[in-house]
């Protein structure tokens, strides 16, 4: 699963971002916090999917603030770290993915048509002129005008976990 993951991620790039390197390479700070920063974009729709009202949103803030810097402490107080950034950089992305798909397990959700499906959206997020355009602040490739109501995925993923949940009754 992972190999196919990895070439749609791969496909993406390719039109979006083609910059994969010939060797494997460490991110510099600027890129490593581009990608953080949309990391942290979708851990925060995580974070507040069962939240209804601003004020339970703020809530979540709060406590996800209070986690940072709980894990900002946690680092403060480790040895130092002789671990090469790539290494460092692999190491945190491979367990952000194993813990991604624990949570998957929780839920009991197979994920392959969900991310099958998200990957689909994104591969259509060329503007008109054919080119991504991208969010000035964070980089972040935008979404066309059209994009949402002819390819965000969360009709397909709805239709999919329907699917799983009618699959696990019989």
């Keep these: 699963m992972t190999e196919h993951l990895y070439q749609q991620a791969e496909a993406f790039h390719q039109v979006f971002d083609d910059r994969q390197p010939e060797q494997p390479t460490a991110l510099?700070?600027?890129?490593?916090?581009?990608?953080?920063?949309?990391?942290l974009e979708e851990l925060t729709e995580l974070a507040v999917s069962h939240c209804q009202t601003e004020q339970s949103i703020n809530q979540v803030f709060t406590e996800m603030?209070?986690?940072l810097n709980s894990a900002k402490q946690k680092l403060l107080n480790k040895a130092d770290n002789t671990n090469l950034p790539i290494v460092q950089q692999v190491d945190s992305l491979g367990d952000i993915i194993y813990l991604a798909f624990g949570s998957y397990v929780l839920m009991d959700v197979e994920p392959t048509h969900t991310l099958s499906a998200i990957h689909s959206a994104n591969m259509h997020k060329l503007f008109?002129?054919?080119?991504?355009?991208?969010?000035p602040i964070t980089n972040k490739v935008l979404k066309p005008q059209e994009w949402e109501a002819k390819y965000k995925p969360e009709p397909k993923i709805s239709a999919d976990i329907e699917q799983q949940v009618k699959y696990s009754q019989l």
């Excluded at 510099?28 to 920063?37: K, S, T």
């Excluded at 008109?128 to 969010?135: E, K, N």
Aim: charged share 35%; glycine share 8%; no cysteine.
């Design 128 to 135: 008109p002129d054919g080119q991504p355009h991208r969010d």
């Design 28 to 39: 510099n700070q600027e890129e490593l916090m581009n990608r953080v920063g949309f990391i």
């Design 65 to 67: 603030t209070e986690r």
